[in-house]
């Protein structure tokens, strides 16, 4: 059984339409991620919530935010999606620091 | 450092044979190393891992060696299969505060019969 899940799979929005994906777990970890991975590359942390604290990395747009209501749900928005933006979300969890991330399998985000 | 290529290094490997992918990681801090798989389409797989006060770990069919005095990170499979072609990717766990990992720039394994 997926213990972390991505919904929708594939989600396609209009340039600068919001856009929210969603990640949930099973796993009840402490620490929930969100990378972006664009075609043939490596994926790039965005930012980590570890419980509530919300860790933002340096070089991650302002348009992109995070949201944690509870420890099984954690939310992307993209609040004026642009046509780079178009590229595989991954939610990733770890039980704590230092210890293995557990991957979805993303959504892919197209704009048109 | 951050991965940035566009085109993914290739091992071309026939079933059966032993495959080898290496890495070469950014920071001689680092603390705990990880190999993901990545298949198309999906997310990537934990693999194994292995930490800094180890030089070598074994799994199933899979061995993961460290070499800390060149920063050097490898992934042996033994009798490949074509099952396990996919893009690996190593990562780096980056002692700073908290768990970031910082991937490598992967490599596509293509096995064939």
């Known amino acids: 059984d997926a213990m972390v899940i991505q919904n929708p799979r594939y989600q396609v929005t209009q340039f600068g339409k919001p856009v929210t994906l969603s990640c949930s777990q099973t796993l009840n970890h402490n620490v929930m991620y969100w990378y972006q991975q664009k075609s043939s590359q490596a994926p790039k942390l965005l930012f980590h919530?570890?419980?509530?604290?919300?860790?933002n990395e340096a070089d991650t747009p302002d348009n992109f935010q995070s949201r944690r209501p509870n420890t099984s749900f954690c939310f992307l928005d993209i609040r004026s999606p642009g046509l780079g933006d178009a590229a595989m979300y991954l939610c990733?969890?770890?039980?704590?620091?230092?210890?293995?991330?557990?991957f979805g399998d993303g959504t892919r985000l197209s704009i048109l | 450092g951050e991965s940035v290529g566009l085109h993914l290094p290739t091992l071309s490997v026939q079933e059966g044979d032993n495959s080898i992918i290496n890495c070469a990681y950014s920071n001689s801090a680092s603390d705990y190393f990880i190999w993901y798989k990545q298949e198309s389409g999906k997310g990537p797989q934990f693999i194994i891992d292995i930490r800094s006060n180890m030089d070598k770990r074994q799994g199933q069919r899979v061995t993961v060696l460290l070499n800390k005095t060149v920063k050097h990170l490898s992934l042996q499979i033994a009798a490949t299969q074509p099952g396990d072609s996919a893009v690996y990717f190593c990562a780096e766990n980056f002692v700073g505060g908290y768990n970031k990992l910082i991937f490598g720039a992967g490599t596509r394994l293509a096995v064939h019969p």
């Open positions: 919530y570890y419980d509530k604290d919300f860790n």
């Open positions: 990733a969890t770890s039980r704590d620091k230092n210890q293995p991330q557990h």
